[in-house]
């Protein structure tokens, strides 16, 4: 008898969930809701002046956003880009059909302080991918499987705005690259 007192007490206290965690109601309305309707918010890549103009305009109320309602930044700035038919990342790949040399490199654009390229020979797929770090510093990179030469072309702005030095003199400690053979060779040997 005890035992039967505490189950239902037990039971009472039990915090029961309910079986539809939502209502009907709102199903019906987004499930209603005609999105093929495009916005004309949106606007097209040649308006685009300023990093405010790459914030989306968002989704109705009671809506689900796709993907250009949403999306912000250089997430944004691609789709609008491929609405447009527009590479705005220039993915293609690079030219693979010649050897690099120090005279007529393979060129690699960059909008940024560093760049990656990704070598696999000449002709292509002659050896693994071998991965090569270009710099502003030092642009000009040699595979060393294959010797071909790449040469990162900067895009960029002249000076990073967001550089923390100032020009003050307290880069000390910035990180060094280490030495290679290549830095011991005079330029009359080349």
């Not at 071998?130 to 702005?157: D, F, H, N």
Request: aromatic share 6%; with cysteine; hydrophobic share 35%.
């Amino acid at each position: 008898m005890f035992l039967q007192r505490s189950a239902v007490a037990v039971a009472r206290r039990a915090a029961i969930s309910p079986v539809l965690r939502r209502s009907l109601a709102t199903s019906a309305i987004q499930s209603g809701s005609d999105s093929s309707v495009p916005s004309t918010k949106i606007k097209p890549l040649s308006e685009i002046k300023t990093m405010d103009d790459l914030r989306g305009p968002g989704a109705a109320p009671g809506t689900v956003p796709t993907d250009v309602e949403q999306s912000t930044g250089l997430e944004r700035l691609e789709i609008l880009g491929k609405m447009e038919s527009v590479d705005i990342f220039d993915m293609r790949p690079l030219d693979a059909s010649r050897l690099g040399t120090l005279d007529n490199p393979i060129m690699v654009r960059s909008a940024g302080d560093e760049q990656y390229a990704g070598c696999t020979g000449v002709p292509a797929d002659s050896h693994e991918v071998i991965w090569l770090a270009m710099t502003r510093e030092r642009p000009v990179e040699r595979c060393p499987e294959c010797g071909s030469v790449y040469k990162m072309q900067y895009l960029g702005p002249a000076e990073d705005p967001h550089a923390h030095d100032h020009g003050h003199g307290h880069d000390e400690h910035a990180w060094e690259e280490p030495k290679t053979f290549a830095d011991y060779v005079k330029p009359k040997y080349w």
